[in-house]
């Protein structure tokens, strides 16, 4: 109160000097505050979106690679029926074709049409029963003829269907290694239009479905009508070109691209398997700009508020000043209206001079959870967990206050039960040797960033790690393999006689049934292996500290045994499904995860070949090589 008393004695331009000075530190502090806020909350919000756009569009993808592998088992399936005899007679060939044909075509409901043509491109045997047709003109028609593999074709106009659509075709070939035709099936857009378009992309989303080359085979944009306007065609940003060429597997950036020319975050990601990429789009309007903006109104409003008020009081003070006899009074009560906005609820303020505590709020004596006199005069280590951070803060923090007179970081901070709180923590500098340091309690915040993370690499159904999660941790297991010469096992497990559980009780039946199948298969490991749900129906094991079948084989036959016990659904339906699981094994820094997780898929895919319900082992080692 003296001190309030000597000020109001002193000349009026020394007195309006001085609240000028004050008012404008307040104003520094609380803009400077603000604008770090939300330049980190701008940062933090872009990049969650730009993850969701990633996370959309890789699990898309893997969920088209597991259709279009679908259809190629169909299509192998069908050429296996093929009379082994080159010179059969052709209407029975054609009978078994069709027989097979019919046979493939349930398990594929999303395939318009499956054919097989002789090598004079001339179809005999067709799915739909359509007129016959030839497709020897078609540009990949010889393409699959000189092909072992499937072949998928550019976007076309299919000539029956008068749709566009996709093929995918295999060439079949004879005992004699003669080749006897093409069997291939027709996709049109209109599926992947519509499986497109029962995603949650948000106002203004995207999503397109492309050929390496940038051909477009389907699109859906929220709130336009279907159109096949660009079908065909190759026309992209220029973004995605230049994103490609860097990064050809996966990769994100920011474009105008469209006819509407609404900015949107793109991620695309190669369709595992096929020469396909799927390319995914939020609106930056509604994931970016539209929080940032109620963000910014916020912490503005409440900045502005704060200092309106320390204006109003400073005006105060310089009118009570005019009144000699009654200064001291006015400004004594300012400076309680004053303590009020320093002493708030949620910005803890410190004045440190050589990094010891000369005074703080009652805020930060809150946050901290000390009391507020055994902080005063005390060293600011007791703020930090350990030396190292409270050394780094000194080394960084005051190196940036002398060289641009601020500093802001967030930091994890000791308080008095000696429990860990996030902080985030602005410096600013008054003196050589003196600062004023914010502090604003951020804990929940980085919990609720730390849940999200979770949810990031974590399967939303059964809690098991996604495929994200599963390709990280098997590549630091495969790291630590070649570090201590240890092997390890990658199973890969597709459930048999799921599908029908789901056409029959339908999909909350469906994960009910993968809810528990992820619980048995946790219960059935060890701690140090992993449990992972890639999609849809498909498992994965990290086995660590195995190199022959010998040591999985019990840990594997466990599995399938809790997996071939009844599983109960909601209703109390019991029902029964199986398991075919391929093993590939890995022992040395050579091996990849994409290697190994490709050699297991084949293995499993030949233990549903050789009557499911079984272990398969891969042959040797899967390396770079198989990848």
């Known amino acids: 109160m003296d001190r309030i008393a000597k000020m109001a004695s002193q000349p009026l331009a020394r007195v309006g000097w001085w609240l000028g000075m004050g008012n404008a530190l307040v104003a520094v502090l609380l803009c400077t505050a603000t604008f770090l806020n939300l330049d980190a909350t701008w940062d933090t919000d ?17 969920e088209l690679a597991a259709e279009l592998r679908l259809v190629d088992n169909a299509l192998v399936s069908v050429g296996q029926r093929l009379p082994v005899n080159a010179g059969a007679d052709p209407h029975s060939a054609a009978a078994l074709l069709n027989t097979a044909i019919r046979e493939q075509a349930p398990l594929v409901p999303f395939v ?60 079949v070939v004879g005992p004699d290694g003669q080749v006897r035709g093409v069997v291939y099936a027709v996709l049109v857009a209109r599926h992947f239009s519509t499986l497109f378009s029962k995603l949650a992309l948000g106002d203004g989303g995207v999503i397109a479905l492309r050929t390496q080359d940038f051909k477009l085979v389907a699109r859906h944009a929220v709130g336009s009508p279907p159109s096949t306007d660009g079908m065909g065609q190759s026309h992209v940003s220029p973004e995605l070109r230049a994103a490609s060429r860097q990064y050809p597997a996966f990769g994100r950036y920011t474009s105008k691209e469209g006819q509407d020319k609404v900015e949107r975050l793109y991620a695309y990601r190669a369709v595992p398997g096929f020469p396909l990429v799927l390319v995914a789009g939020l609106s930056s309007e509604q994931y970016v700009v539209a929080p940032w903006k109620a963000a910014a109104w916020r912490h503005w409003g409440f900045t502005a508020l704060v200092m309106l008020l320390v204006l109003g009081g400073s005006v105060y003070v310089h009118v009570q000043h005019v009144r000699a006899r009654e200064a001291a009074q006015y400004t004594a009560r300012l400076a309680r209206q004053q303590a009020l906005m320093i002493e708030n609820e949620w910005v803890g303020m410190l004045r440190v001079r050589q990094r ?28 930090y967990p350990d030396q190292q951070a409270f050394e780094a803060i000194g080394e960084e923090g005051y190196r940036a206050l002398r060289e641009r007179g601020g500093f802001h970081t967030q930091v994890l901070m000791r308080t008095g039960n000696d429990a860990r709180i996030w902080v985030d923590l ?71 006689g799921f599908k029908a559980i789901n056409d029959r009780f339908g999909h909350d039946a469906g994960d009910a049934v993968l809810y528990q199948v992820g619980e048995r298969l946790a219960a059935q490991v060890r701690a140090s292996d992993l449990v992972a749900r890639l999609g849809g129906d498909e498992f994965a094991l990290v086995l660590a500290g195995a190199a022959e079948p010998a ?21 109390g339906t019991p029902v029964q499904i199986g398991s075919s699981v391929g093993v590939a094994f890995g022992t040395t820094r050579a091996d990849t995860p994409h290697g190994l997780l490709a050699a297991a898929d084949a293995a499993m895919y030949a233990a549903k070949r050789a009557g499911k319900g079984r272990i398969v082992f891969a042959p040797g080692r899967a390396t770079a090589d198989a990848a």
């Open 46 to 62: 872009h990049a969650r979106a730009a993850e969701v756009a990633d996370n959309l569009a890789h699990s898309v993808s893997i």
């Open 112 to 171: 318009a049409a499956i054919r097989f043509a002789s090598v004079d491109g001339a179809v005999g045997a067709d799915s739909t029963g359509g007129p016959p047709i030839r497709i020897g003109d078609r540009a990949y028609f010889q393409r699959v003829l000189q092909s072992d593999g499937p072949v998928l074709s550019d976007p076309l106009v299919s000539r029956v269907l008068s749709e566009w659509c996709v093929i995918l075709a295999r060439r």
């Open 356 to 383: 010891r505590i000369e005074w703080l709020n009652q805020a930060a004596a809150r946050i901290l959870g000390h009391n507020r006199t055994v902080l005063l005069e005390a060293s600011t280590r007791v703020l």
């Open 426 to 496: 602005s410096g600013t500098a008054l003196s050589e040797d003196e600062s004023v340091w914010m502090l604003v309690d951020i804990d929940g915040l980085k919990h609720s960033e730390a849940h999200a993370h979770h949810l990031a690499l974590h399967d939303a159904l059964t809690g098991l790690a996604n495929r994200r999660s599963f390709d990280d941790q098997l590549r630091h297991a495969l790291e630590r393999a070649g570090q201590t010469g240890q092997g390890l096992a990658v199973c890969y497990m597709d459930l048999d």
């Open 551 to 571: 040591e999985v084989e019990p840990i594997l036959q466990r599995c399938l045994e809790a997996l071939h016990a009844a599983f109960p659904l909601p209703d």
